[in-house]
């Protein structure tokens, strides 16, 4: 225990603990309904499915990584997360079984030492987290159903089901039922509202500049 207690909490693998908080608070907050985690962040899903056609090298950079590495088809926080956590993994027990190894490899003063072996485990952490994360991502890639395949308008005047804790102008997130299937919306609702997860609505608007519905409270 001690020494999984002195790998958390000294280099490398602190880093990867910090960003690990970060992510449980996030999804945390996703769980309440103060954040959408399927559209925070930096949107690289919309902008990927809006060049799907395209090759990699006329994407963005970033957007270019993602699909070279199989990161993409899941939100943006849900690859991140599964890389931090895979790399957190990976770099504490390196920092038990092999980083001890690699200090007295290197005939350098002891606190370069710790620099140079520290950084060469966080480095390769990263590096085992990218294809373990990729083979995650690839079953949950059919959980995000998107609608871009219909007419947005389309959905106007149906009924959906709320299924995250809040909907306000900022965060807000439905199902609405196709042929037996649900797809997953974005949505919002005017305040004050009685919305919350569970609750029935109806599509009145669809906002295309921010690729979002609005909805109220079915009757």
Known sequence: MGDFSAAVSSYPTAVYTVLLGIVLVYWVLAV????DFEHSGLDIDLHIEAQADADPSELTTLA???VTFGLNGVPFSVAASLLVLYAWVA???????????????TPLPDGVQTIVAGSVVLLLAFAVAIPLAAA???????LFITHAALSNHALVGQVCRVVTGVVNARVG????????ASINIRVWAEEPNALTKGSSARIVDYDAERARYRIVPAA
């Open 32 to 35: 309440i309904g103060l954040v």
């Open 136 to 142: 995650t991502i690839r079953p949950l890639r059919k």
């Open 173 to 180: 997130r439905a199902e609405v039922a196709q042929r037996g």
């Open 91 to 105: 770099s504490c027990l390196a920092g038990m079984w092999l980083l001890p190894q690699l200090q007295t490899l």
């Open 64 to 66: 270019s990584y993602v």
